[in-house]
């Protein structure tokens, strides 16, 4: 588990970065509705939410919500995320 953190591309020099370039040139044309369902206690993903709204045209206008809970939200707020899931599907 400690190593997992070393496998995220953050940096320029990272094995992997030519694929998250190429992930995010599909997602900065994707305009198809998007919504972020993030947790509060996540200090791995804290603050993806916004670059994620902020660079995915789908995302914009979008109700994105910050739920209770830490790294695996769909165990800690499983309700919540079935709602937000079933409210962007009545509204698409």
Same mark, same amino acid.
Request: hydrophobic share 40%; glycine share 6%.
């Given at each position: 588990?400690?190593?997992?953190?070393?496998?995220?591309?953050?940096?320029?020099?990272?094995?992997?970065?030519?694929?998250?370039?190429?992930?995010?040139?599909?997602?900065?044309?994707?305009?198809?509705?998007?919504?972020?369902?993030?947790?509060?206690?996540?200090? &791995? %993903?804290?603050? !993806?939410?916004?670059? @994620? +709204?902020?660079?995915? =045209?789908?995302?914009?206008?979008?109700?994105? &919500? %910050?739920?209770? !809970?830490?790294?695996? @939200? +769909?165990?800690?707020? =499983?309700?919540?995320i079935v709602e937000v899931i079933d409210a962007l599907i009545r509204r698409a």
């Amino acid at each position: 588990a400690r190593q997992f953190p070393k496998l995220v591309p953050v940096t320029p020099e990272h094995a992997s970065v030519a694929e998250n370039r190429a992930a995010w040139k599909v997602l900065e044309a994707f305009d198809k509705p998007v919504v972020t369902a993030f947790s509060d206690n996540d200090p &791995v %993903t804290r603050g !993806g939410d916004a670059q @994620l +709204q902020a660079r995915i =045209p789908g995302a914009k206008g979008q109700p994105h &919500v %910050t739920l209770r !809970g830490g790294h695996f @939200l +769909q165990e800690d707020s =499983p309700d919540e995320i079935v709602e937000v899931i079933d409210a962007l599907i009545r509204r698409a």
